[in-house]
């Protein structure tokens, strides 16, 4: 199972890395299904509920992005797609995106005319071993129980994010641990309409509906950023990826090299480098030393997969602002 | 998990409280010892209105025998189904019958109890029975289904 999802550039740590991340997300979407199945059951009337059901459901989608992506992605480049198929990870990161984003928006405005239009949600009882109980105590008890185990989830899929370097798999982990406070804030709405505030239940749907929303917002932003070859970040778009420095500082310590610019983009699993390379002199400019230090950039990281060196009489000004150049 | 910790701790609290589900409306308290709100509409042998005065049918003697538990008098509206549904929606209304079934077009403007008891339709299919209540008087509508409920 692993093997099929093993990229053939990838060292055996890291793939070893991504078949728990493949196992994980098939062990995610289980549980959501799970998670779904119980939500619908109970969810009745209640707006927070069904706005929480609705967010599992989304939920379910950046897991199988990842899983469909790390298929594709390990294809092998060809003819036609002679760069690979390393954008695969962008573009499912990007759909994942749009979707939270449109439900998002949908599910904000749902909560905001059901407050302005003082819906007010009926919760009556259900037969449970022959004694009729409230529906809001079955709500709450079933929310309470989702709680604990995406938040887990999300730690350890956020340890493997970094390890791998993958956006989608970060998205997802990120979601998977703000996912308690979905669980909170339907907890809190279903023991609003209890207490005969009838409002808490939209309000809760509200603010839930805003966390899609933002989670929407951030990875359509990360996604589209990665697709416009955005300068390549570390996984959590935190800071500029230190990849880029060490490859620029390793070609300007070399002693046939005058001036170097480098630019790194983020195809997804790997980096794709592009350094332009000033020689000091003509005769410095061999063919042996330009593949010697392709491939010593190649072994700086597993990341490096793509190195293209290109010679140049000096670095073109369109590329070139003195402080991107030297990063210092 | 300090939090699932206080979830657990606060919702047995809140189980051990009374006052749960609450009216915001407060129709149950009002109706207790009061009077009975009740819109019916016409649909033997769940209920009859030709003499709109005194109606009668399986569903006004159930309403009646609540009434009796809760201690209130119930006073009957005869109406068409849009008209009594408009009437609850205001507030005028605490109950509308009329051999209503779980999927009744009013589910967005009522709140059906959980079904009652089931019939057999002229198709053959099963029918099962509700009655309409306001929106969110949730301790009313908890109150009558587990009056309909009993055996």
Redesign the interface.
């Known amino acids: 199972m692993a093997s099929r999802f093993r990229h053939p550039e990838l060292p055996d740590e890291q793939a070893a890395i991504l078949a728990r991340a493949v196992r994980y997300e098939w062990l995610t979407i289980g549980y959501l299904a799970l998670t779904i199945a119980a939500v619908g059951i109970v969810m009745g009337?209640s707006q927070a509920l069904k706005t929480a059901w609705v967010e599992d459901l989304l939920s379910l989608a950046p897991p199988f992005a990842f899983l469909i992506a790390t298929r594709i992605a390990a294809m092998p480049a060809t003819a036609r797609f002679p760069y690979g198929y390393f954008r695969a990870t962008g573009v499912a990161h990007l759909v994942a995106g749009v979707a939270l984003l449109t439900m998002g928006a949908v599910l904000v405005g749902e909560s905001a005319i059901s407050l302005v239009t003082n819906?007010?949600?009926?919760?009556?009882?259900?037969?449970l071993f022959g004694a009729?109980v409230?529906s809001?105590?079955l709500m709450?008890?079933v929310m309470?129980l989702t709680?604990?185990v995406p938040v887990i989830f999300g730690r350890i899929k956020m340890k493997l994010a970094r390890q791998l370097h993958n956006k989608v798999l970060y998205a997802d982990a990120d979601m998977n641990k703000a996912d308690?406070m979905t669980a909170?804030g339907s907890?809190v709405g279903v023991?609003g309409?209890?207490?005969?505030?009838?409002w808490a239940d939209s309000a809760a749907a509200a603010f839930i509906a805003a966390s899609i929303l933002w989670d929407g917002v951030k990875n359509t932003r990360g996604a589209i950023t990665d697709l416009m070859d955005t300068r390549a970040t570390t996984f959590d778009d935190d800071r500029p990826h230190p990849d880029a420095e060490l490859v620029a500082r390793y070609l300007q310590n070399l002693p046939w090299v005058d001036d170097v610019y480098v630019r790194v983009r983020d195809e997804g699993q790997f980096l794709h480098v592009e350094a332009f390379v000033v020689p000091r002199s003509n005769r410095s400019l061999t063919l042996e030393r330009l593949e010697e230090a392709r491939a010593a950039c190649r072994a700086l990281d597993w990341k490096l997969l793509d190195v293209v060196l290109t010679p140049v009489a000096e670095v073109p000004p369109l590329v070139a602002s003195r402080s991107e150049r030297r990063p210092s | 998990?300090m939090?699932?910790a206080v979830?657990?701790a606060l919702?047995a609290a809140?189980?051990g409280c009374q006052?749960?589900?609450?009216?915001?409306d407060g129709t149950l308290d009002e109706v207790t010892g009061g009077t009975l709100q009740v819109g019916v509409t016409h649909n033997p042998p769940w209920t009859d209105v030709m003499d709109a005065a005194n109606p009668s049918g399986s569903e006004v003697r159930l309403v009646e025998q609540w009434a009796a538990d809760l201690d209130a008098e119930v006073s009957w509206t005869v109406g068409s189904e849009s008209v009594l549904i408009d009437a609850m929606d205001r507030g005028e209304l605490d109950l509308v019958i009329g051999g209503f079934r779980d999927d009744t077009p009013w589910m967005d403007r009522?709140?059906?109890?959980?079904p009652y008891t089931e019939s057999t339709g002229d198709d053959g299919a099963v029918e099962k029975h509700v009655m309409l209540?306001?929106?969110?008087?949730?301790?009313f509508?908890?109150a009558l289904?587990?009056f309909l409920?009993r055996p």
């Open positions: 009337s819906d007010r949600p009926p919760v009556g009882t259900v037969q009729p409230w809001g105590w709450i008890g309470a709680i604990p308690w909170a907890i023991t309409i209890g207490l005969g505030f009838w | 998990m939090r699932l979830a657990g919702v809140l189980a006052g749960i589900p609450a009216d915001p009522a709140a059906l109890t959980a209540a306001p929106l969110g008087e949730n301790r509508l908890v289904e587990t409920g």
